[in-house]
């Protein structure tokens, strides 16, 4: 692990899904064109999958798939909020992030 690399925290809006990242002080985010993030307005931010960690919500969470599933949406039963995803270009490496930390 990089000494540059800071712990963020995040989660969906009710709390009952958490999780934490490493990643730099700083996140990058960009805009995706994905239909999902385009209809969500959702501004992500990637991080390598090894360095995610949920803490807590595993049994709230649900995953939406479409078109050719590869992509992994997944998202809060309780509250809805999508506060990861696993993105179809690679589906094996890193998790991409909505703008929920904090």
């Not at 996140?27 to 090894?50: F, R």
Request: charge should be positive; glycine fraction near 6%.
């Amino acid at each position: 692990m990089s000494v540059d690399l800071v712990k963020h925290t995040g989660g969906c809006h009710c709390g009952k899904v958490r999780f934490e990242v490493l990643a730099k002080p700083v996140l990058t985010a960009y805009d995706c064109n994905c239909s999902i993030c385009v209809k969500k307005g959702m501004v992500p931010a990637l991080v390598p999958k090894e360095y995610f960690k949920l803490l807590q919500g595993e049994e709230h969470i649900s995953c939406y798939t479409y078109n050719t599933h590869q992509a992994k949406h997944y998202f809060c039963q309780t509250c809805g909020v999508h506060p990861f995803y696993q993105p179809r270009t690679n589906p094996n490496c890193p998790w991409h992030f909505t703008a929920l930390f904090g």
